[in-house]
């Protein structure tokens, strides 16, 4: 089991806040509000709430809450193997 210092040191050595930052702003870049499900880009994540789980298949992700006004809509998350090399990426509206 990892403990809550544990996913502390992880996200700050691999740069999980910016990366996952860096991920939400290429979404928002590269794709319409139409291709994300969204009415407008009026959207951020908050990149200081990071939730971690360890899935059974040795993966780790990492996700953080889309907002919009303060409300959380979806899922700005990273996938990555037991090596620490990313898999995967995703935006998710509810």
């Known amino acids: 089991m990892t ?14 806040k910016t990366e996952l930052e860096k991920s939400f702003s290429d979404f928002l ?5 139409e291709d994300l499900d969204i ?14 789980n360890h899935t059974a298949l040795n993966f ?4 953080t809450p889309i907002l919009k006004e ?13 090596k620490f090399q990313l898999i995967d990426n995703y935006f998710v509206i509810n």
């Open 60 to 63: 780790h992700l990492f996700k």
């Open 29 to 33: 870049g590269s794709n319409s509000c």
């Open 3 to 16: 403990t809550a210092h544990q996913i502390k040191e992880i996200i700050e050595k691999y740069k999980i």
């Open 39 to 52: 009415n407008d880009k009026e959207i951020q994540i908050n990149s200081d709430n990071i939730n971690y």
């Open 70 to 82: 303060n409300n959380e809509i979806g899922y700005c998350a990273l996938e990555y193997d037991s």
